[in-house]
């Protein structure tokens, strides 16, 4: 989310705890298939940046998902950008997204590919930061590669796209390792904040059927800049766990 604009576009080391109760439903023949997640952790890190002012998040989502490599869902999250400060300005206190795509793999190449497009919805801001982007990635052995564009970031009418590249590995005792490197490129930087890089290094594990997850995220100098505020962007550890049905 913007936070130049808003107030100025995962998890600091709290205790989390998970409730929750879902139901997963597959079709008879297993072409049609709905799955629900839930996770509770210590910060919500996107792209880098801290959506919830260093604070806690809960997060949900629910999945359509088709044999054919079809799906759809919707996911939301609550956000704090430190607007709405005063009572007659606008205050986004959540997040809420709408997404659909198409996943599969190319023959049996091993190469696995993904395209969709999502739409980001900010409840309080009256539309004003809503906006749409699309999303495409490919996949083979430990590496993912992604990318995200949109041609109306945070409703601003300019161009901004979103480069990444994803590793995971599997350690002994069932330990995931994951890193990741991201570059956010904004067309117009004078209007959208300067482009710049972000990191993260983590591991993830399940246990007793949660799924576990610390990480570590960073951005470079630029991103310190276009956050406004260096708490927000570095040297961040998180905490979550989170469960899938």
Not at 197 to 209: A, E, H, R, W
């Amino acid at each position: 989310m913007k936070f130049k604009t808003l107030s100025a576009m995962c998890l600091a080391a709290t205790t989390v705890l998970a409730t929750s109760s879902a139901m997963a439903w597959e079709s008879e023949d297993g072409a049609h298939s709905v799955t629900a997640n839930v996770l509770l952790g210590s910060d919500y890190i996107f792209r880098g940046a801290s959506q919830t002012d260093n604070n806690p998040t809960i997060q949900g989502g629910l999945d359509y998902g088709h044999a054919s490599g079809l799906y759809v869902g919707a996911w939301a999250s609550n956000v704090d950008f430190g607007n709405g400060e005063t009572a007659d300005e606008d205050e986004a206190k959540s997040e809420f997204n709408l997404y659909g795509g198409f996943a599969s793999e190319i023959g049996e190449t091993g190469i696995g590919y993904d395209i969709g497009a999502i739409r980001y919805y900010y409840p309080g801001l009256g539309g004003s930061a809503d906006f749409n982007e699309i999303y495409g990635s490919l996949s083979y052995s430990f590496f993912t590669f992604g990318i995200a564009h949109t041609g109306n970031v945070f409703n601003g009418g300019e161009d901004a796209t979103y480069y990444n590249i994803a590793f995971e590995y599997g350690l002994p005792y069932d330990v995931t390792f994951m890193a990741h490197i991201g570059y956010q490129d904004f067309d117009n930087e004078d209007q959208d904040g300067p482009s710049y890089n972000d990191y993260l290094i983590g591991v993830s594990k399940t246990m007793f059927d949660l799924d576990f997850a610390l990480t570590w995220t960073d951005t470079d100098s630029d991103g310190e800049d276009f956050a406004g505020d260096k708490d927000l962007v570095d040297n961040i550890f998180t905490v979550s766990v989170s469960k899938s049905f």
